[in-house]
T-cell receptor
Framework: DTGVSQDPRHKITKRGQNVTFRCDPI?????LYWYRQTLGQGPEFLTY????????KSRLLSDRFSAERPKGSFSTLEIQRTEQGDSAMYLC??????????????FGPGTRLTVL | SQQGEEDPQALSIQEGENATMNCSYK?????LQWYRQNSGRGLVHLIL?????REKHSGRLRVTLDTSKKSSSLLITASRAADTASYFC????????????FGQGTTLQVKP
């Protein structure tokens, strides 16, 4: 399967615990995005990487959230001291952006986080 | 915050009928994209229309874009039960980031 993969698919944790999610993008893609989606809403942008550089972070990304893409390949999203309001689907997407091209993003299946 | 508003929020039709979903947005855009999401799953890219395009087709899908009205529509012709899903429009209004701003989506149910 050469699509975007995410791990784990589901995570249940207790409030106050730390969690880490992983995203493996399509191998030749240079951009990687993280979005968060709550029930009944569209995805909301969190952050993105161009290769290994994190170039933009949303105001939604509090200081409890950190994302990395150390070698420009896979990415991790860590949430420290989880709160019940962090419960959501976390979606990763990747794209290959070329000069003059559109930014068609390919999404992974998501990680559903439940904070008890 | 969401940029787009989609209309209707929910749509129920019979198999074989056409389904039309509308999306309005607020700022200038580079392109507008439509995605489909089956229940509890990731999003599947359907079609991208650039700001200088007015209409685009892909199989049973037809997308229009009116930048003067800041609106787009997605038409699915000859619908099938497998088209049952949520449909989202997403705008790329960035100068370079490519980040997408999604609407709240339209939930389409196609009855067999």
């Amino acid at each position: 399967d050469t699509g975007v993969s995410q791990d784990p698919r589901h995570k249940i944790t207790k409030r106050g615990q730390n969690v880490t999610f992983r995203c493996d993008p399509i191998s030749e893609h240079n951009r990687l995005y993280w979005y968060r989606q709550t029930l009944g809403q569209g995805p909301e942008f969190l952050t993105y990487f161009q290769n290994e550089a994190q170039l933009e972070k949303s105001r939604l990304l509090s200081d409890r959230f950190s994302a990395e893409r150390p070698k420009g390949s896979f990415s991790t999203l860590e949430i420290q001291r989880t709160e019940q309001g962090d419960s959501a689907m976390y979606l990763c997407a990747s794209s290959l952006v070329l000069a003059g091209g559109g930014n068609e993003q390919f999404f992974g299946p998501g990680t559903r986080l439940t904070v008890l | 915050s969401q940029q787009g508003e989609e209309d209707p929020q929910a749509l129920s039709i019979q198999e074989g009928e056409n389904a039309t979903m509308n999306c309005s947005y607020k700022t200038s855009i580079n392109n507008l994209q439509w995605y489909r999401q089956n229940s509890g799953r990731g999003l599947v890219h359907l079609i991208l229309i650039r700001s200088n395009e007015r209409e685009k087709h892909s199989g049973r899908l037809r997308v229009t874009l009116d930048t003067s009205k800041k609106s787009s529509s997605l038409l699915i012709t000859a619908s099938r039960a497998a088209d049952t899903a949520s449909y989202f429009c997403a705008t790329d209004a960035s100068s370079n980031t490519g980040k997408l701003i999604f609407g709240q989506g339209t939930t389409l149910q196609v009855k067999p």
